[in-house]
Structures are given as structure tokens and as C-alpha cells.
Nanobody
């Protein structure tokens, strides 16, 4: 009912930058929060950044000052601008959206993930 398509991952050198994008489509009435999570090999999935309605954002301590989350509500999209990347940022990054379907039911969906690799 809802599809999330991510793009923008890739290979970058230590100190480099990448911009991730995620767009939600389907029978969406509204989205109240979109987030980025990441999962490195052998580790649990962790929250990287979250954007809620009315401009509320939150970041993991490890990315504060380096990553910026933003949204385009007209496109049901969320972005993650990643600067000063470090090898420890290497992970699969997942988009996560929460909202309401046109039926009135709530939803939460994950994207398929995009690989970010930072070489030292």
C-alpha cells in the first residue's frame, strides 16, 4: 500500500559527503514522521535522524553537526545530507515513514535500504 524508494548511497572517502533521498508513494493521506536508520554488519539497526511534523528533528549523538535531515512534504520525501563522513558511518541506510492511509488507518513502512561505504 505504501512504497519507499531510496537513492543516493555509494562509496565515498573519509571526510566526504553524500545525500540520501527517499520518496514515499501509495494510498497516503498524510505522513507525520520520516526517519533514517542504519545497520552496520553485526550490529543492531539504529536511529540516525528523525523528522516530525512542525519541523521537529532529532539526531543520534554520533551524527550531530555532520548530518542534516530535511523533508519535502509536497513530494512525500525525506533527505539526509551527510558531511564529514567517517568509516564508522559505513552501513546500510534505511528510510522509515509513519503516517495515515487514505482509509484512515495508520501505517509504518521501511525502504529497501541503500549502502553507504566510507573508505579510510
Amino acid at each position: 500500500q505504501v512504497q519507499l524508494v531510496e537513492s543516493g548511497g555509494g562509496l565515498v572517502q573519509d571526510g566526504g559527503s553524500l545525500r540520501l533521498s527517499c520518496t514515499a508513494s501509495g494510498v497516503i493521506l498524510s505522513i507525520y514522521a520520516m526517519s533514517w536508520y542504519r545497520q552496520a554488519p553485526g550490529r543492531q539497526r539504529e536511529l540516525v535522524a528523525r523528522s516530525q511534523n512542525f519541523g521537529t528533528t532529532m539526531y543520534a549523538d554520533s551524527v550531530k553537526g555532520r548530518f542534516t535531515i530535511s523533508r519535502d512534504n509536497t513530494k512525500n520525501s525525506v533527505y539526509l545530507e551527510m558531511n564529514s563522513l567517517k568509516p564508522e558511518d559505513t552501513a546500510v541506510y534505511y528510510c522509515y515513514a509513519q503516517g495515515f492511509l487514505t482509509t484512515g488507518r495508520s501505517f509504518d513502512y521501511w525502504g529497501q535500504g541503500t549502502q553507504v561505504t566510507v573508505s579510510s
